[in-house]
């Protein structure tokens, strides 16, 4: 199997993203050298799980939008999941072979990045990312994608990991109050009625 090479990722994942930032192919990066580490191709269905380390609300969670592309393993999909721990990193399961591997930005990188126009002159001033200049942005993306992967990530040794098994759900319901679907598990008793958790909480 060749192995996945995240420069030809990058014109879809800013597509796909919205706009040139250094995060998004760090997460090509970071996504394309775990793949290769286990040896698996991108995920068409939920072949891969991909759990990242990611919070809510701090700097560079384009980063994840990187991982979507590259891994397939997409909020959709219910194969991408985020651990709320406020660190750029991810752990790729392969379900079939019961392997994993967790891959992160090296913080030597990050803190690299930071020191740049990009963040200090205009992200860290409120100014979005859509409006940073090219020649200010362009030259961090081509370092990102173009970096030695030595200088630029760190890859953990292969480890056992079995995913709990879940089945999708093929059984809902119209909700009795607004008359929307709702998956059955999900479901409440209201006064004898079938209602949605939003209709029950009326």
Avoid at 64 to 89: E, P, R
Avoid at 157 to 164: H, S
Avoid at 183 to 200: F, L, N, Q, S
Wanted: a neutral charge; hydrophobic letters at 40%.
């Amino acid at each position: 199997m060749s192995k996945t090479d995240p420069k030809e990722w990058l014109e879809f994942g800013q597509k796909f993203h919205g706009h040139k930032c250094p995060a998004m192919p760090m997460g090509l990066r970071v996504g394309a050298a775990a793949m290769n580490a286990l040896g698996v191709e991108r995920a068409k269905d939920g072949q891969l799980v991909a759990f990242v380390d990611l919070g809510e609300h701090h700097c560079a969670t384009c980063f994840a939008d990187g991982l979507q592309v590259i891994l397939g393993t997409t909020f959709g999909k219910g194969n991408l999941k985020k651990t709320h721990k406020g660190k750029w990193a991810v752990t790729l399961i392969d379900k079939a072979a019961g392997k994993a591997v967790r891959v992160t930005p090296k913080a030597e990188a990050m803190l690299a990045n930071k020191q740049t126009a990009f963040f200090k002159d205009y992200r860290e001033k409120g100014i979005p990312a859509s409006k940073v200049p090219a020649e200010v942005v362009d030259p961090l993306v081509n370092m990102v994608i173009n970096a030695p992967e030595d200088k630029l990530i760190n890859i953990s040794e292969i480890f056992d990991f079995v995913p709990e098994a879940h089945k999708d759900s093929f059984n809902s319901f119209v909700c009795d109050e607004c008359g929307e679907m709702v998956v059955e598990e999900y479901g409440r008793i209201k006064a004898g009625r079938h209602v949605c958790i939003d209709c029950a909480a009326k």
